[in-house]
DNA sequence: CTGAAAGCGCTTACAG
DNA sequence: CTGAAAGCGCTTACAG
């Protein structure tokens, strides 16, 4: 069982009455060099008839650094936001020869940088970095950023006539979840409406329910909660139930990325469906020092179903 | 800003006064040579006071392939199986020196293709094959397997005296839809019970309902359902919840795979739980030519909640 | 317009 | 026990 010799560049170079450096040139379309087209013809069959295929690893030798992003993806979002995310980067990065690996984040830092060491890639990228950038945001990110999105739940709310909303944050507090409140304080302040206050809801269903209790007790001016995202939407629709709160009479609840299972749940949750593949793009040309002007963002809209 | 010079094989060399071939033999622990153990011991200090890291691309060239293992994840079915098999598999290639590289499977074959040829992994895996092994599984796979974690369903049902059993599958049939179904149907016949029927679900949650009443109708003894996932198991509470059908008492559900909602629907979701980050070891250990035969499997188990 | 040559950093027969 | 040398496949000054 031969396994088929590679083709490298020699096959080629020999396979045309060229020099390896000739076929480099016409193969990289080297800006610097004037191929004549009768060569560079030859060059491109030759290549194409032997099926060859760069080998990225001596490239990689020769660059100086492997066509390798690296995505941390370290606090796990499983949404639409995500999902679309990888793949707009993924697609960009593949267009231009590049190869995304997503690293998720259980592995300790060291090895981690080990790794990084080992690969060499051409970038490394943290998830929702890009997200959170600004955060006093310019007007770009209030269209189609961060803000944006935070804002759309807000206003979706205000629009059904809410003025006193909570945001139902999960226990562990990270980046995230101080800038998603602040924009949504923002957007409450624009809106003339009240602060926007925060409330934790732990997973387990007991002092789920018990947080929300008090909560309410607490703010009995409050009318709507804004959830982080679609779990933590449901925990409060779990909490609410278990109250024996009417959702959405009593209480309304938003959810945040358009997790399947909102759909399902009773009431059908009203959630933010956010599409970030051309932001995943624009991550992309933006690593690798291309323009990204082109790019347009599809912006975040709102899911209506029963629960606000 | 002079970007630190990478510390090479070449300076470790010189830092402790022996040839780049040397230190290579003393920091690979070669088997075919014999180091002074003075000699060895200069060698490793200078490479650890230098910082050094073996440059990975340099010796993929050498090697033929890159420390790469590249994971295809092309169905989703994001729960504790796949994280916990991907942090199984991940962790034991980083103990070995490789990294883990998933891809998720949206991108267009021939991409991939390209991908691959250019970084030149050392291997390709595709998620779910291990776990498909053994269509007539052996007795191992009865135990730890893919019919194992089939069987806890059905076992669950069987003891709670269910005898005719359904199992809700997906509307899109793949391989393994086929697999779960034989070897809940394997396992009904072994406990005496009558043949494992199949329920599609659609996700709309009209449709939904609507396939579940007609099954219902056309299957008036089958007093449980095993779904396929835990996704199934809400499609399947919801159609049951639309049509005023009581679950446990008129149909018990029971999900798979534990994911992180199901504690939080009402009735809360009996379900099975796995933990593969064992066989995401064996994984790696047998890709890597290694052997697995101390790693031992977690089992599955049920968590009982209130749907069956 | 084209080619010979150097070199990226490593591993591993091979020779001593 | 240790070192000089070849070579993995590519790109790119450099010389013609």
Chains 1, 2 share one sequence.
């Not at 732990?202 to 001016?221: C, K, Y």
């Amino acid at each position: 069982m031969e396994p088929a010799r590679r083709v490298t560049l020699k096959d080629v170079a020999a396979a045309s009455g060229v020099s390896r450096a000739t076929v480099s040139f016409v193969l990289n379309d080297d800006p610097n060099q004037t191929i004549s087209s009768s060569t560079r013809e030859r060059v491109l069959r030759a290549s194409r008839e032997l099926g060859y295929v760069p080998h990225g690893i001596a490239r990689a030798l020769r660059e100086g650094s492997s066509r390798i992003v690296v995505l941390n993806v370290d606090w796990s979002m499983e949404g639409n936001f995500s999902r679309s995310y990888i793949r707009g980067l993924d697609a960009e990065l593949a267009a231009h020869d590049h190869v995304l690996l997503v690293r998720h984040g259980e592995a300790a830092p060291q090895s981690t940088q080990r790794i990084l060491d080992a690969i060499v890639p051409r970038a490394v990228l943290r998830f929702g970095e890009a997200y959170m950038d600004g955060h006093e945001p310019d007007q770009e990110d209030w269209e189609h950023g961060f803000a944006a999105h935070a804002a759309l739940q807000i206003r979706h709310l205000a629009e059904r006539g809410h003025t006193h909303i909570a945001m139902a944050l999960p226990d562990h507090a990270f980046p995230l979840t101080g800038a998603r409140l602040h924009f949504a304080d923002e957007t409450a302040r624009r809106l003339g409406l009240a602060p926007v206050t925060d409330l934790v809801v732990p997973r387990p269903r007991e002092s789920g329910a018990a947080a929300v209790r008090a909560f309410l007790a607490a703010h009995p001016a409050v009318t709507a909660i804004a959830a982080f995202d679609d779990d933590l939407a449901l925990r409060t629709l779990t909490a609410l139930h278990d109250l024996g709160r009417v959702v959405p009479d009593e209480v309304a609840v938003i959810g945040y990325d358009d997790t399947e299972y909102g759909a399902l749940v009773t009431p059908a949750l009203t959630t933010v469906h956010i599409d970030a593949e051309a932001k995943g793009r624009v991550a992309a040309r933006t690593v690798l020092g291309l323009d990204a002007a082109d790019l347009v963002m599809t912006p975040g809209r709102v899911i209506v179903r029963d629960s606000a």
